[in-house]
Structures are given as C-alpha cells and as structure tokens.
C-alpha cells in the first residue's frame, strides 16, 4: 500500500496505466460525474463514486487479486 500525495504519483514508475491513471486523477473536476470511466478499454477504468466513510467495527476489508486500487478524495 502506497499513501501519498497525488502530486508524488511520479515518484512510482510503475509504467504508462499507473501515468494514464494520473492525468485522468488530475483532470478530474471535485464535481465530476459518479460512472465507470474506461481510460485504456476494459483494462483500465476509473469508478467515480461518493460513500459515507465507515468506522472500523462496521467495515468489511476490501482485496483484490487483478486489480489496482488508486483512491483518492477529490471533495471533503
């Protein structure tokens, strides 16, 4: 797991999906419409959605074996 700084995405050269994802984090407005957009076909997406934030006892732990998590918080 990697917290950081969206500006220090640089510092993790993890090749040209971990930039696409990026440009499309830093282009996105704080009102942008909650959808699934494909950036590079079905092999790279971003879900924009907005939840309530759980406590510790009432979360489930989230995994995955395929895919690549980039959370970030564009309001709040």
């Given at each position: 797991?990697?917290?950081?700084?969206?500006?220090?995405?640089?510092?993790?050269?993890?090749?040209?999906?971990?930039?696409?994802?990026?440009?499309?984090?830093?282009?996105?407005?704080?009102?942008?419409?909650?959808?699934?957009?494909?950036?590079?076909?079905?092999?790279?997406?971003?879900?924009?959605?907005?939840?309530?934030?759980q406590?510790q006892?009432?979360?489930?732990?989230?995994?995955?074996?395929?895919?690549?998590?980039?959370?970030?918080?564009?309001?709040?």
């Amino acid at each position: 797991m990697i917290v950081d700084r969206l500006d220090n995405y640089k510092y993790y050269p993890l090749g040209k999906a971990w930039q696409l994802a990026f440009d499309f984090l830093r282009s996105l407005p704080p009102d942008a419409e909650e959808k699934k957009y494909h950036l590079q076909g079905d092999d790279l997406f971003a879900i924009v959605i907005s939840y309530e934030p759980q406590t510790q006892e009432t979360s489930e732990l989230e995994a995955h074996w395929k895919y690549l998590d980039i959370q970030a918080l564009l309001t709040g």
